[in-house]
């Protein structure tokens, strides 16, 4: 079941471009040179009740843009968007009842309140029912321990603290959506592990349809089902993260340390160098898997250790943003 439709979205910005200098300056008071720029470029795409998806691209490539016209907050120029069947353009209040949003880069806790009075504050603009308000309070502790912090004014939380408090008030109301967008921003290593965490929890336990975008490809990797990538408001790929490894990046390397020096060749594999007791092989995951090329090669020498080395995700994104433009 699909709970997000869009169809030919598009956002359009009018740009004004002015000519340099004081001549340029008045002549730009009376004769004005319009473009317009487009941030999304008639993309279309389903999400599917309880999925995880990555919405991902360089900076500038539509990613926020998109995120706000689903939740209501800007219009799009054309197109259309469908929330569980409605428009969040056309009836926002409705829809807003079933998103929760976070933006990393932008808090939705009250600066001047103890944590908890924001979530209290929030508790009645949602107007959650007290069994409801006292059983997600409860539940979310246990994945973010924000009972250790809740009594803390917002101002003196520390940056995770801060993520954790806003990841709380984004589900405070039971939203079957939930728009990420940059969670893990300047996060250290516990505090991604316990957004991670939190984001693996309630998907499992509320089926909780989540649309992440994010620049930590460590999200990705953990997280998603499915990714989305878009570049210059297209969208250039969307899939599943093995289908684009293994069609943009399908070949292994396979590390073999020998107890003494040996060259062995094999047919389905590329001999890339030789040092020493060490070889290195690069072979199709599609022609041959690397526990049979091991088997093959140990028949002819005995072999100490081996490694795989795989492509790595952020060069393949970094492939796929390339070739959306055209090139490589």
């Known amino acids: 079941m699909n709970i997000i439709e869009v169809s030919h979205l598009v956002k359009e910005y009018k740009k004004i471009k002015k000519d340099k200098g004081l001549k340029g300056a008045v002549k730009n008071l009376f004769v004005q040179d319009v473009e317009y720029v487009r941030a999304?470029?008639?993309?279309?795409?389903?999400?599917?009740?309880?999925?995880?998806?990555?919405?991902?691209?360089?900076n500038g490539?539509?990613?926020?843009?998109?995120?706000?016209?689903?939740?209501?907050?800007?219009?799009?120029?054309?197109?259309?968007?469908?929330?569980?069947?409605i428009s969040p353009q056309k009836e926002r209040k409705r829809v807003v009842k079933n998103l929760g949003v976070v933006f990393g880069q932008r808090s939705q806790l009250n600066w001047n309140l103890r944590l908890g009075e924001t979530f209290d504050l929030l508790k009645r603009i949602y107007q959650i029912d007290d069994a409801l308000y006292e059983k997600n309070i409860e539940m979310l502790d246990e994945i973010f321990k924000i009972s250790e912090f809740i009594d803390t004014p917002v101002r003196q939380l520390s940056l995770g603290q801060r993520m954790r408090g806003d990841l709380v008030a984004a589900m405070l109301h039971s939203p079957e959506i939930l728009f990420l967008d940059e969670p893990t921003i300047g996060l250290d290593v516990e505090a991604k592990y316990s957004v991670r965490k939190f984001i693996k929890e309630i998907n499992?336990?509320?089926?909780?349809?989540?649309?992440?975008?994010?620049?930590?490809?460590?999200?990705?990797?953990?997280?998603?089902?499915r990714l989305i990538i878009i570049n210059d408001g297209k969208i250039i790929e969307d899939g599943?993260?093995?289908?684009?490894?293994?069609?943009?990046?399908?070949?292994?390397?396979?590390?073999?340390?020998?107890?003494?020096?040996?060259?062995?060749?094999?047919?389905k594999a590329e001999l890339v160098s030789v040092e020493e007791a060490r070889a290195v092989?690069?072979?199709?995951?599609?022609?041959?898997?690397?526990?049979?090329?091991?088997?093959?090669?140990?028949?002819?020498?005995?072999?100490?250790?081996?490694?795989?080395?795989?492509?790595?995700?952020?060069?393949?994104?970094?492939?796929?943003?390339?070739q959306g433009r055209g090139g490589i």
């Open 240 to 267: 599943s993260l093995d289908e684009l490894v293994d069609r943009i990046a399908p070949y292994r390397q396979l590390v073999i340390d020998f107890y003494h020096p040996a060259t062995i060749q094999h047919p």
């Open 40 to 58: 999304v470029d008639d993309i279309s795409f389903e999400i599917e009740k309880g999925d995880i998806v990555a919405y991902i691209g360089p």
């Open 204 to 225: 499992e336990r509320s089926k909780t349809t989540i649309i992440l975008t994010t620049h930590d490809l460590g999200d990705v990797q953990e997280l998603c089902r």
């Open 61 to 85: 490539a539509g990613k926020s843009t998109t995120v706000k016209m689903l939740s209501g907050i800007m219009q799009p120029t054309s197109g259309e968007i469908l929330i569980n069947g």
């Open 281 to 322: 092989y690069k072979f199709r995951k599609d022609e041959i898997t690397a526990a049979r090329l091991i088997e093959d090669i140990s028949h002819t020498a005995p072999i100490k250790e081996v490694g795989l080395q795989e492509a790595k995700i952020d060069d393949i994104i970094r492939t796929a943003y390339q």
